[in-house]
Each structure stands twice: as structure tokens, then as C-alpha cells.
């Protein structure tokens, strides 16, 4: 299954955009869009239903709330294994059927697995919608774990890390930044975990895994597309409403980041790299975690910073001075603890690394030192919202969405206020986090080099 990890501003850009395009439709049309509902069956499980009529499908999505930050330790990888395992067999239906039944109708499906959450999703006819809930809350407590079916799945995932990881030295240089960044917190580990340890999982390891965290009240639904709340939810009620609740789980309380006070550096020369290039990053707040207000501004501090073509490092480094062949910047706020703010590069032609990563300490310097102006503000805020402008006819976003806020311990109304937190957000605000965080002396930064092949 495929594995992605969704930012907070392809989040919540697409809500934005939506609503700032509803406004003047509601304006000219007689009646006004259906609204978004939510409630709770009386097991637990969360329900979300994004009504949109424009076209006859519908997306179903089931998110759970567990990821792999939250595995046993020594047990890395288990919460992706299982996302594998989810596809088999269950005591009502052979391995396959499931899918079998959505390819039959048209459909599409797949699964994802983040540091914090799994999800499952099908995009259908709306006539199948109750198909793809008596499926899908089949499977949340029938599959038959045996190891027969362990076995030869972990071997899948076994040559999975080794096609996507080890094979590509940016994901294996990204995997020691990581677990150089983060010294404590679980976000250290891989999401697709470790090789040792991934040959070790069992049935027995399996099992207990599904049976702590595969249940409705550690799940939400969310439903988007040509459907009605009252139709969502007697199938609801019908489907996963008879799966009996599962045990109550503790708050997902991870350890805690020390106060970090070093430069740290990871190099990984490799006779696989053509081009060298470089990145740098900083322990940040997330959505979850920030003060009010910083999480934005880090938003929009990346969108300035390097966003896009428009963004300072992009138009310094590739535009102007043409040292770079690529430079940006990325928050990454949707997690549910501390995350990372980070910046990169890579030269062009004759040019030197470093004098890329000079150039990019430069145009970070000149925000903590000057700050950004109101118009160049309001310029990223547009252009952040504008690089969005497909999301609003995209049901996929749309449940992506409401489930990635939701499962990383945000709320419905978190995201129907978004729009207006982004819009408050100052220029001061901007060169403030800029000051607080990127700080040089307190960050992480990876080299990735060419070397020469070892002769035998």
C-alpha cells in the first residue's frame, strides 16, 4: 500500500480555498451547500460526513489513531506491517474479495500509514457506499491472523524497505537526520521501521496490536461526496455500529524532546549521488502543540522563506544568482507532537554546496534581522492559497482533510477556523518564529555527497 505524509498546508490550504470559493457561490445560488455534520455512534467512532453533489461518488475513508510513534518499543514498523495485513483475509471474506468487489463496480482503493495514523480509503458509487462499510467494519475485528498469512507479507514489507530505503541514499540519509533531530521523541524511527526488528515481527505481535488498537472507538469516519448525513448515518449505525467497543485507550502521551543546544551534522557519501545537496533542520511546535498564532506564522514563514518560485530562497538562489538547480523550505505542522521546520538545496552546474547553503543561511539571516513586509505577507498568504486552487474539486482532500485534523487531536471547528487564524497572522509574527527557531546553532543538517565506487 502506499504510504504518504500529508502537511498541514496541503491540509488545510484545500479547506481554505473552499471556503473563500463558497462565499460568492452561496451569494448567487438559491440554496446554500449542505453542511458538514459530525457525530458519534454509540460505540465510539467518529463520524464525518462533507456532503458535495457535483458529481455521483463518494470517497469513504477510515481513519485509526494509531501510527508508528505509538509501536512497542522494538517492535519499528509494526503499525505499516499491519496496514498490509488489513487486506487480507477475514472470516467472512477471502483474501481479495474486497478488493475484487471495488475494482467490479470501478472503484479505487488504497491505504496509508503515518507516525500518526493509518488510513483506509475507497472511492465508489454512492450505491456502494454500504458495500464498502460492511467491508470495511468487517475487517476493523474478523481478519484471520495466522502464520501462514504473517510470514510471507512481512517478507513483502522485508523487500519494500529494501526497494524504497535502502536503495535510494536521500531515504537513508533522511532516516539518520531524523534520528539525529529528534533525540528522544519516537518520531526517531522510520514509519516503515527498522530491517532487524521488522524480521522479528510475528503473529503474536500482530495480534496484539490489532486487537489494542483495530476498534470503533479508536477510529473515525469520514464519508465526502454525493451523499446525505441522515443516509451516512443509518448505513453507519447499521455497519460499524454492531462492532463492539474496544478497550479504552490512555492519552497518546509520547516522551518528551530535551532542550536541544547543539549543531549536529550527518554526511552520507555514496557512489549513487550524482549531485550533492543539503538540508537543514529545526526542532518546531506542530498545529497540536505550538502557542497560538505560531504554527501559522511558521506556515507562512515557509511560503515566504521557500514555498514556491515566488519564495526568496527560490528567486536568490535559482533566479538571480543560478548557483542552485533546486531550494525551498517546508513546515511539516500536521503532526501530533513537536515536528520540523526545514530548508535544502543542491547546486547547479560548476557551483559549490556551500555556497548554497551560504545563500540560504543569508536569506534566513535577513528575515530574523529585517523582517518581511505587510505586502509581502499578504503576496504569500495569496499565493499559499492559490497553490490549492484544484483541492476544492478533489473529495479525496476534502476527507483528508477533516481526518488528518481529527486523528492527530483536532477538531471539526479547528478547521472551520482556519482560514481566519492564517489571515490574523503579522508580519512580526513572522520574523518572531523566524528568530525563535531557526537558530543555526540548534539544528540538524544533512549532507548528501557523491563518492567513488570501492574497487575490489
Same mark, same amino acid.
Given at each position: 500500500?502506499?504510504?504518504?505524509?500529508?502537511?498541514? !498546508?496541503?491540509?488545510?490550504?484545500?479547506?481554505?480555498?473552499?471556503?473563500?470559493?463558497?462565499?460568492?457561490?452561496?451569494?448567487?445560488?438559491?440554496?446554500?451547500?449542505?453542511?458538514?455534520?459530525?457525530?458519534?455512534?454509540?460505540?465510539?467512532?467518529?463520524?464525518?460526513?462533507?456532503?458535495?453533489?457535483?458529481?455521483?461518488?463518494?470517497?469513504?475513508?477510515? +481513519?485509526?489513531?494509531?501510527?508508528?510513534?505509538?509501536? /512497542?518499543?522494538?517492535?519499528?514498523?509494526?503499525?505499516?506491517?499491519?496496514?498490509?495485513?488489513?487486506?487480507?483475509?477475514?472470516?467472512?471474506?477471502?483474501?481479495?474479495?474486497?478488493?475484487?468487489?471495488?475494482?467490479?463496480?470501478?472503484?479505487?482503493?488504497?491505504?496509508?500509514?503515518?507516525?500518526?495514523?493509518?488510513?483506509?480509503?475507497?472511492?465508489?458509487?454512492?450505491?456502494?457506499?454500504?458495500?464498502?462499510?460492511?467491508?470495511?467494519?468487517?475487517?476493523?475485528?474478523?481478519?484471520?491472523?495466522?502464520?501462514?498469512?504473517?510470514?510471507?507479507?512481512?517478507?513483502?514489507?522485508?523487500?519494500?524497505?529494501?526497494?524504497?530505503?535502502?536503495?535510494?541514499?536521500?531515504?537513508?540519509?533522511?532516516?539518520?537526520?531524523?534520528?539525529?533531530?529528534?533525540?528522544?521523541? /519516537?518520531?526517531?524511527?522510520?514509519?516503515?521501521?527498522?530491517?532487524?526488528?521488522?524480521?522479528?515481527?510475528?503473529?503474536?505481535?500482530?495480534?496484539?496490536?490489532?486487537?489494542?488498537?483495530?476498534?470503533?472507538?479508536?477510529?473515525?469516519?469520514?464519508?465526502?461526496?454525493?451523499?446525505?448525513?441522515?443516509?451516512?448515518?443509518?448505513? %453507519?449505525?447499521?455497519?460499524?455500529?454492531?462492532?463492539?467497543?474496544?478497550?479504552?485507550?490512555?492519552?497518546?502521551?509520547?516522551?518528551?524532546?530535551?532542550?536541544?543546544?547543539?549543531?549536529?551534522?550527518?554526511?552520507?557519501?555514496?557512489? !549513487?549521488?550524482?549531485?550533492?545537496?543539503?538540508?537543514?533542520?529545526?526542532?518546531?511546535?506542530?498545529?497540536?502543540? %505550538?502557542?497560538?498564532?505560531?504554527?501559522?506564522?511558521?506556515?507562512?514563514?515557509?511560503?515566504?522563506?521557500?514555498?514556491?518560485?515566488?519564495?526568496?530562497?527560490?528567486?536568490?538562489?535559482?533566479?538571480?544568482?543560478?548557483?542552485?538547480?533546486?531550494?525551498?523550505?517546508?513546515?511539516?505542522?500536521?503532526?501530533?507532537?513537536?515536528?520540523?521546520?526545514?530548508?535544502?538545496?543542491?547546486?547547479?552546474?560548476?557551483s559549490k554546496l556551500d555556497a548554497v547553503e551560504k545563500e540560504v543561511d543569508a536569506e534566513i539571516d535577513s528575515i530574523v534581522r529585517n523582517g518581511i513586509s505587510d505586502k509581502e505577507l499578504e503576496s504569500a498568504k495569496n499565493r499559499f492559497i492559490r497553490s490549492m486552487i484544484f483541492a476544492r474539486d478533489d473529495q479525496d482532500s476534502m476527507a483528508n482533510?477533516?481526518?488528518?485534523?481529527?486523528?492527530?487531536?483536532?477538531?471539526?471547528?479547528?478547521?472551520?477556523? +482556519?482560514?481566519? !487564524?492564517?489571515?490574523?497572522?503579522?508580519?512580526?509574527?513572522?520574523?518572531?518564529?523566524?528568530?525563535?527557531?531557526?537558530?543555526?546553532?540548534?539544528?540538524?543538517?544533512?549532507?548528501?555527497?557523491?563518492?567513488?565506487?570501492?574497487?575490489?
Amino acid at each position: 500500500m502506499s504510504r504518504h505524509v500529508l502537511s498541514i !498546508r496541503h491540509v488545510w490550504l484545500a479547506l481554505c480555498l473552499l471556503v473563500l470559493a463558497a462565499a460568492p457561490a452561496a451569494a448567487s445560488d438559491s440554496a446554500a451547500p449542505d453542511p458538514i455534520t459530525s457525530f458519534t455512534l454509540e460505540n465510539g467512532m467518529q463520524v464525518v460526513v462533507i456532503p458535495d453533489h457535483r458529481a455521483p461518488i463518494v470517497t469513504h475513508m477510515v +481513519w485509526y489513531r494509531i501510527g508508528s510513534a505509538d509501536e /512497542p518499543p522494538g517492535k519499528s514498523g509494526i503499525a505499516h506491517f499491519f496496514e498490509h495485513l488489513m487486506f487480507k483475509g477475514t472470516t467472512n471474506h477471502k483474501a481479495g474479495e474486497f478488493g475484487a468487489k471495488i475494482a467490479e463496480i470501478g472503484g479505487s482503493e488504497n491505504a496509508f500509514t503515518t507516525d500518526d495514523y493509518t488510513a483506509y480509503y475507497q472511492t465508489v458509487p454512492p450505491e456502494a457506499l454500504g458495500t464498502m462499510m460492511e467491508f470495511e467494519a468487517d475487517r476493523m475485528r474478523n481478519l484471520i491472523l495466522t502464520d501462514a498469512v504473517i510470514g510471507p507479507e512481512r517478507d513483502v514489507i522485508l523487500e519494500e524497505r529494501r526497494s524504497r530505503i535502502e536503495n535510494s541514499p536521500q531515504s537513508l540519509l533522511g532516516e539518520e537526520v531524523d534520528a539525529t533531530l529528534y533525540q528522544n521523541h /519516537p518520531y526517531r524511527i522510520p514509519v516503515i521501521g527498522w530491517m532487524h526488528e521488522i524480521e522479528k515481527l510475528n503473529r503474536v505481535d500482530a495480534v496484539a496490536f490489532y486487537d489494542r488498537y483495530y476498534a470503533p472507538n479508536n477510529a473515525i469516519l469520514v464519508v465526502a461526496g454525493d451523499v446525505q448525513a441522515d443516509e451516512v448515518r443509518k448505513l %453507519a449505525e447499521a455497519t460499524y455500529g454492531k462492532v463492539a467497543r474496544g478497550p479504552e485507550l490512555p492519552p497518546r502521551v509520547r516522551p518528551d524532546e530535551p532542550e536541544q543546544n547543539t549543531s549536529r551534522t550527518v554526511t552520507l557519501s555514496d557512489p !549513487r549521488v550524482s549531485v550533492p545537496s543539503f538540508s537543514r533542520s529545526w526542532l518546531v511546535p506542530s498545529y497540536h502543540t %505550538a502557542e497560538p498564532g505560531e504554527a501559522e506564522a511558521l506556515d507562512l514563514l515557509s511560503e515566504v522563506l521557500g514555498g514556491g518560485t515566488r519564495s526568496r530562497i527560490y528567486q536568490a538562489l535559482v533566479v538571480k544568482t543560478g548557483v542552485a538547480s533546486s531550494a525551498g523550505a517546508y513546515y511539516a505542522g500536521s503532526k501530533l507532537d513537536m515536528s520540523n521546520f526545514t530548508v535544502y538545496g543542491a547546486p547547479r552546474g560548476t557551483s559549490k554546496l556551500d555556497a548554497v547553503e551560504k545563500e540560504v543561511d543569508a536569506e534566513i539571516d535577513s528575515i530574523v534581522r529585517n523582517g518581511i513586509s505587510d505586502k509581502e505577507l499578504e503576496s504569500a498568504k495569496n499565493r499559499f492559497i492559490r497553490s490549492m486552487i484544484f483541492a476544492r474539486d478533489d473529495q479525496d482532500s476534502m476527507a483528508n482533510i477533516y481526518g488528518s485534523t481529527l486523528a492527530t487531536g483536532g477538531t471539526v471547528e479547528d478547521v472551520e477556523k +482556519w482560514p481566519e !487564524r492564517i489571515r490574523a497572522v503579522t508580519a512580526d509574527q513572522v520574523q518572531r518564529v523566524a528568530a525563535k527557531y531557526l537558530r543555526t546553532n540548534h539544528s540538524v543538517t544533512g549532507y548528501l555527497l557523491p563518492s567513488e565506487p570501492v574497487q575490489n
